[in-house]
């Protein structure tokens, strides 16, 4: 059987709107609590202070403003970087006209139950004016050139080809986006076996908590890793999120 590689899979198709429905325009409950853990958990890390003009990114953000919604109260500027163009431009109608859609009206709703969010009295405003989206690809953050202060990344190494060597280098090239101290947030699928959007087929490498785990420890200083055992579509076991912070290590290929 040959391997679905991540410039096989047909990302120019991915229809954002569909993907929305399948999975976000009804908050499921394992996505609340999740977002629930990244909120403390950025709340804890920036406890003593948030450090002068913080940037974040959330890589592969797609059609998923949770992830960048939760690095909003600690940042100057926030990046959206995404590879499919209906996603980009999915993303980049989110911060204009009158903001983003009402559908993510319910995460920010659990992230403003913690101070910092709640102190951010218009997000559609606020994520207007420092988020950026850009097309590019996470396999060119490998050198380590461009690097942020904290960082998300949500089903997306996992979510993208069906080789393990791919799914490594996605991690250690998210990894190497990262200064060091970085608090990052990061979700896999368990044990996903490929996903359709709309018409269209896109690979996965069927990851678990060892898996995950052993990619992300040789560049983090704290880890914790959450099982949440979640059905959101038969395919998959469930969902896995890993929060922690980048430590000094230098990710090599
Ligand atoms: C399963 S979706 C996850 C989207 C979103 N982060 C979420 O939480 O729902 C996988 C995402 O990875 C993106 N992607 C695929 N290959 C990529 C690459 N080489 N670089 C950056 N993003 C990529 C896809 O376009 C898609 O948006």
Redesign the pocket.
């Known amino acids: 059987m040959t391997m679905d590689r ?1 410039a096989d ?1 047909p ?1 120019s198709k ?1 229809d954002p709107e569909a ?1 929305v429905d399948d ?2 325009r009804t908050p499921l409950d394992v996505d609340l609590l999740i977002v629930r853990h990244m909120r403390d958990y950025f709340s804890r890390c920036y406890a003593a202070g948030v450090p002068d003009a913080v940037r974040g990114v ?7 403003l949770y ?1 960048g919604l939760s690095m909003l109260p600690w940042c100057e500027k926030v990046l959206l ?4 163009p209906p ?1 980009v431009a999915y993303l980049e109608r989110q911060k204009s006209g009158t903001g983003y859609d009402t559908a993510w009206d319910a995460f920010w709703d659990v992230l403003k139950e913690a101070p910092a969010y709640a102190g951010i009295d218009d997000p559609r405003a606020t994520f207007g004016d420092i988020v950026r989206v850009e097309r ?4 060119d953050l490998e050198d380590g050139h461009r690097r942020w202060d904290i960082g998300t990344m ?3 190494a996992d ?2 080809s069906e080789c393990s060597e791919e799914f490594r280098r996605g991690v250690r090239c998210f990894m190497n986006a990262l200064n060091e101290g970085a608090p990052f947030a990061a ?1 896999f699928m368990k044990e996903s076996v490929g ?1 359709r959007v709309g018409e269209h087929r ?1 690979p996965a490498y069927r990851v678990n908590e060892d898996r995950v785990r052993e990619s992300l420890e040789p560049f983090t200083g704290e880890l914790e890793i959450h099982d949440l055992h979640h059905m959101v579509r038969p395919g998959h076991e469930g969902m896995l999120l890993a929060l922690g912070r980048r430590n000094s290590e230098i990710a090599r290929p």
């Open positions: 991540n899979a990302w991915f993907y999975n976000y959330d890589v592969g953000a797609g059609a998923n992830p970087l995404e590879y499919a996603n590019g690809n996470l396999f949500f089903f997306v979510s993208m979700a996903y896109y």
